[in-house]
């Protein structure tokens, strides 16, 4: 069975005794939210929307937590991980799972929701932690939570202007704006792995998920047409713990041949990289040292993942654990069960990730294209950022 960190929970129609249940909070909760904050990253297309749910108590500890907000829109929330969401027209009541109970002083938890929406999705309202506002906010006189005024804006459209609030603490944080040439420089050099062929990385000001730069890689298929662009930042930083965060947009499906789009040099094997790309139809990630793959290539696997959307810009995120060599990814803000290594092997998953002991040190950043088979695409790469917790999209 798949690791209840992952657990998808159907959101239950909410009813009155729900209702009454969700008013009671741990005790001491003003001690508990004390500085609590909570950050909604949305991902709106549609029809449809899916956010993730950064939650932080703040300076003192919780043991089981209810988070509440208000929808001014007409978002209706159809399902839920890693928490148990219910929601009573505009207002949404999310309780923590099993597993995530427990958030130490200082620390965070994260759970996520989807649903549908109508004509409007303006921002949520109201965070509240056990009853306590979050984000600043001062409680309202009636004791009720009061609106957020930070509460993450939704999307809508190719946003214009820098990277997103909280990139800036990032170790790196690159929108390509500082890019003067048509080929990258600076904080970014072009290099071509194994062998330099006909592929090639250009600055785009053509077409940019925000301001107006973006870095564009014409991938050809074949073997020796890799090119990739690298940082050339001193990642040291980030420790054994990274998290990184990257807009792209792509032109052709990925095919069946592997591929692969982002790569990063893991000194702990030998310095092969590690990397993720597609294969099969579908987003993968691939130890370039035994070829092991993550989710595993069987037709359950691979259905555990997810297709790389074309023609519109995608938020990828991923977090590597090197310490305890752990993997997630989260495509525009919602995890991927497939692209999950939890350091319990699980067949059609991780199984075949973990035939041996995995504890990446990874040193580089490298965005691009590598094709081992007759796959080719174009594909544009934007707001890039690595921290040493997750940035969102």
């Not at 929108?175 to 250009?202: L, Y």
């Not at 998920?209 to 890799?226: E, Q």
């Amino acid at each position: 069975m798949r690791s209840p960190r992952t657990l998808f929970v159907s959101v239950l129609a909410a009813t009155a005794t729900v209702a009454a249940a969700v008013v009671c909070v741990v005790s001491g909760p003003a001690a508990a939210a004390q500085g609590c904050r909570v950050d909604y990253l949305p991902n709106v297309w549609t029809g449809g929307f899916t956010a993730a749910v950064h939650v932080a108590p703040g300076d003192t500890a919780v043991n089981g937590w209810t988070v509440t907000w208000t929808y001014p829109g007409d978002q209706r929330i159809t399902g839920a991980w890693n928490a148990v969401v219910t929601q009573s027209g505009s207002a949404v009541t999310a309780r923590n799972a099993s597993w995530n109970a427990g958030v130490p002083a200082g620390g965070s938890t994260e759970f996520g929701v989807q649903g549908t929406v109508g004509a409007g999705a303006p921002a949520p309202t109201g965070f509240a932690l056990d009853g306590v506002p979050c984000n600043g906010a001062a409680p309202s006189p009636t004791g009720s939570p009061s609106p957020s005024p930070t509460a993450s804006p939704t999307p809508t459209g190719s946003p214009t202007g820098p990277p997103p609030a909280g990139c800036a603490g990032a170790v790196l944080c690159d929108g390509f704006e500082n890019q003067t040439g048509t080929t990258p420089a600076g904080d970014w050099s072009v290099v071509n792995p194994d062998c330099a062929g006909a592929g090639r990385a250009v600055v785009d000001g053509a077409t940019a998920h925000s301001g107006s730069r973006a870095v564009r890689i014409d991938g050809a298929g074949g073997y020796c047409n890799h090119v990739f662009v690298r940082s050339t930042r001193d990642l040291g930083a980030l420790g054994a713990v990274r998290y990184g965060r990257f807009w792209v947009r792509h032109s052709t499906a990925l095919p069946t041949d592997h591929v692969t789009l982002l790569a990063m040099t893991d000194a702990a094997d030998g310095n092969r990289d590690l990397r993720m790309g597609g294969q099969n139809g579908a987003l993968q990630w691939n130890r370039a040292s035994d070829d092991a793959t993550l989710p595993e290539q069987s037709p359950a696997g691979v259905a555990l993942s997810l297709p790389l959307p074309t023609g519109r810009w995608s938020c990828l995120e991923f977090m590597v654990d090197g310490g305890t060599g752990q993997l997630r990814t989260w495509l525009d803000g919602a995890a991927v069960t497939g692209l999950t290594a939890d350091g319990v092997p699980t067949h059609d998953i991780d199984g075949q990730w973990y035939n041996r002991t995995w504890r990446p040190r990874l040193t580089d950043l490298k965005l691009g294209w590598e094709s081992y088979g007759g796959g080719a695409d174009t594909l544009w790469f934007d707001d890039v950022a690595l921290g040493t917790t997750r940035i969102g999209c």
